[in-house]
């Protein structure tokens, strides 16, 4: 599976951002997720969908601003953010795994795939 994430850039504090993620390749996976990585610190879970079903998962971080959705026919992993704040600042990653479980989701080890990352800037 492979991943392009594209849809970061440079917002001011209250701004909006929708990253996207493109998969290709072997696409059946079972969840995709998105983590960020703030610049000296470790990867972090923002947010998951599961593919069948659509059923997803927030960090309390982004819960109530943040929305993962997916659009099946393009392959696509949508992750639309409002209300930003300089403290989401980060590299975001997009991930995918056909075997991953639901407890396991949280932690970034626990992904097989990865997209390249996009950097979100928020400007206080």
């Known amino acids: 599976v492979q991943l392009q994430a594209s849809g970061g850039g440079l917002v001011q504090t209250g701004g909006s951002l929708r990253l996207s993620c493109v998969l290709s390749?072997?696409?059946?996976?079972?969840?995709s997720g998105w983590f960020r990585q703030p610049p000296g610190k470790e990867r972090e879970f923002v947010a998951a969908?599961?593919?069948?079903?659509?059923?997803?998962y927030y960090a309390d971080s982004m819960k109530g601003r943040s929305t993962i959705s997916r659009d099946n026919a393009k392959n696509t992993v949508y992750l639309q953010m409002n209300n930003l704040k300089p403290e989401d600042t980060a590299v975001y990653y997009c991930?995918?795994?056909?075997?991953?479980?639901?407890?396991?989701?949280?932690?970034?080890?626990?992904?097989?795939?990865w997209g390249q990352g996009t950097q979100v800037t928020v400007s206080s």
């Open positions: 390749g072997r696409t059946s996976s079972r969840y």
């Open positions: 991930a995918a795994d056909q075997n991953i479980i639901l407890s396991s989701i949280y932690s970034p080890d626990n992904w097989g795939y």
């Open positions: 969908i599961r593919w069948s079903g659509g059923h997803t």
